[in-house]
């Protein structure tokens, strides 16, 4: 797994300001807490997500293992207990709403940017024979000449016996 250096250091200058922001006492003027809270994860999740060059499933859930769960949920407990700042559900739901967002958002480009390399590859879907080519009576395994000899023979009928499905005598 190879680490995007300008990915990395945008999300640790991001961060560094949104707990500033977060724990101060610096009021911000009037704006909407929850949009507040809604903007700053989605774009701590949209710089985190391209941080590691990896596969689409390990980089997604490393994102909302570390920044929609430890950061979405411990900023707003730091909040609570550090600072003159309230704890409020509300916050959290906007963390989780906003990281999971940049996630959908991330995921899908992702998975477009590695189709469009592997069609510039030449890599593609297995090309298709056409219909699927039925085997007939061999498919179960039973043939008609051994179902029509069961029902004829019966048991030991006759000291004939089959050998491999040729009907052949032994």
């Known amino acids: 797994m190879r680490a995007r250096y300008p990915f990395a250091g945008a999300f640790i200058a991001l ?4 707990a500033y922001l977060g724990l101060s006492s610096v009021q911000i003027p009037q704006a909407n807490d929850k949009v507040l809270h809604f903007l700053a994860f989605f774009v701590l999740t949209l710089t985190f997500y391209w941080i590691f060059d990896s596969t689409r499933r390990r980089i997604l859930n490393l994102t909302v293992s570390f920044v929609t769960i430890f950061l979405g949920l411990g ?4 909040q609570g207990l550090l600072t003159e700042r309230q704890f409020d559900p509300l ?8 990281s999971l ?3 959908g958002l991330c995921s899908i480009y992702h998975k477009r940017m590695l189709d469009r390399r592997r069609r510039a590859k030449g890599y593609g879907a297995v090309p298709q024979e056409g219909d699927d080519i039925e085997m007939g009576s061999q498919e179960t395994g ?5 179902v029509e000899e069961s029902s004829q023979g019966g048991a030991g009928g006759g000291g004939e016996a089959e050998v491999n499905g040729t009907g052949g005598k032994k």
């Open 15 to 18: 961060s560094l300001l949104a």
């Open 75 to 78: 900023s707003e407990a730091a």
């Open 91 to 98: 916050d959290i739901a906007a963390n989780i709403v906003g």
């Open 101 to 103: 967002c940049a996630l």
């Open 142 to 146: 039973v043939t008609e000449d051994a």
